[in-house]
């Protein structure tokens, strides 16, 4: 159902995807191909979506230069359509060497909430290009890229993968709109339950503002649940105008 809404929606605005990379045919020689994460939703005890994240391919850049295209996905179930519907798609572009990102894609719906944004960040020619189309304004954005960035998608993954125990705080390079320093801050190791089980996982505090994978509000709080055993996010809790919405890991595919 989730790739089903995704196509649909990518579709219709496949005229503001500026990103028409090819994909590799060797990309299972690429070890985060074909990883995806599904969770569930909950507000309180009430399951009120699904999410996904998902390393959907492997593609060329430019020649020697390869990305993972990663899709992240939310969707609000039918009971909570009536009352905020959610549909929400984020792409984003990781250099397979997990130095810098080559752009990302959003497409925010959420409730009367709505945006496409988009960014693609070109290293050879040291230049940014990009466009957000809200409330029936386009902004357009262009720029000098002067070092390696990361989207915010991206930069999970990053972090991840590079996640030092001992490291209390990391800063990040992330370019969306602008420039600025993703600040996380990594508060050890806490027990949690999911399924049924107990696990280990780092709490890190990710301070993206109004800049997160969804939609965030500037001033709350997001936490991401890392597990201690297999670097995989198992959880993230998102403060909300009235209490917390917390997606759980149900299923690791691969």
Same mark, same amino acid.
């Given at each position: ?12 605005? @496949? ?29 309180? +005890?009430?399951?009120?979506?699904? *999410? ?14 390869? *990305?993972?295209? $990663?899709?992240?996905? @939310? $969707? ?72 390696? #960035? ?39 190791? +806490? ?31 997001? #936490?991401?649940? $890392? ?6 996010? +198992?959880?993230?809790? *998102? ?7 917390? *997606? ?7």
């Amino acid at each position: 159902m989730i790739n089903f809404l995704f196509i649909i929606l990518f579709f219709l605005n @496949a005229t503001e995807n500026p990103f028409n990379f090819k994909s590799l045919e060797n990309k299972k020689d690429y070890p985060l191909y074909g990883i995806k994460y599904i969770y569930d939703i909950y507000w309180g +005890v009430i399951k009120v979506g699904m *999410a996904s994240i998902e390393i959907k391919d492997v593609v060329e850049i430019s020649k020697d230069k390869y *990305a993972y295209k $990663i899709e992240a996905v @939310a $969707i609000s179930s039918s009971f909570i359509d009536k009352i905020f519907k959610v549909r929400d798609i984020n792409l984003g572009y990781l250099d397979v060497n997990m130095e810098r990102s080559y752009g990302y894609f959003k497409y925010i719906k959420e409730g009367r909430y709505k945006f496409i944004e988009y960014m693609y960040f070109d290293y050879e020619k040291l230049k940014i290009t990009g466009k957000k189309i809200k409330d029936k304004k386009t902004t357009v954005y262009e720029g000098i890229i002067d070092e390696n #960035y990361f989207d915010v998608l991206s930069s999970l993954f990053y972090y991840c993968n590079s996640l030092n125990e001992i490291e209390s705080e990391k800063k990040i390079k992330v370019h969306t709109t602008k420039k600025w320093d993703l600040q996380v801050i990594n508060h050890g190791i +806490v027990s949690l339950k999911l399924d049924n089980k107990k696990i280990k996982a780092y709490k890190v505090e990710p301070k993206v503002g109004d800049e997160g994978i969804f939609v965030s509000r500037k001033g709350r709080s997001l #936490y991401v649940y $890392i597990s201690n055993h297999d670097r995989i996010p +198992v959880m993230l809790e *998102a403060e909300v105008f009235l209490g917390n919405v917390v *997606a759980k890991l149900v299923k690791t595919e691969k």
